[in-house]
């Protein structure tokens, strides 16, 4: 296996197992290893972040957390329309021109600095 697929590999099975136990992976997982770890530009790793999670990688996990008795559906559901409609605008806004990947980039530190400092406090 190429060094590219080994490290690819790698970040969706970290990005799997942190979603699986905290409903996190995409962007606090995947995107920042993609930039910081394989040195692809903050867009194309959003991008690309996205398209991984296509497909229903959440299903199995899902039916653990169903099983037992973890779930709340009627939440899901109305979550997955806010999803929907919200990367909608998330992407057609990152993707504007006159939108850098630093700026981009900045953002998402921003964001996650301030989701940090709220779960510590």
């Known amino acids: 296996m190429s060094n590219i697929v080994i490290q690819m590999l790698s970040i969706g099975l970290v990005a799997g197992l942190t979603g699986g136990m905290f409903g996190l992976g995409g962007g606090a997982i995947m995107v920042p290893a993609m930039v910081l770890l394989v040195g692809l530009d903050q867009k194309f790793a959003t991008g690309t972040s996205i398209a991984a999670q296509i497909l229903p990688i959440g299903i199995l996990g899902a039916v ?58």
Not at 78 to 84: E, F, K, M, T
Not at 91 to 112: P, R, V
């Open 64 to 121: 653990v957390y169903y099983r037992n008795g973890n779930i709340n559906l009627k939440y899901a559901a109305i979550i997955a329309v806010g999803l929907i409609m919200g990367n909608l605008f998330g992407a057609l806004f990152a993707n504007q021109s006159f939108i850098s990947s630093e700026m981009i980039k900045k953002l998402y530190g921003i964001f996650l600095l301030l989701l940090g400092l709220r779960y510590l406090i």
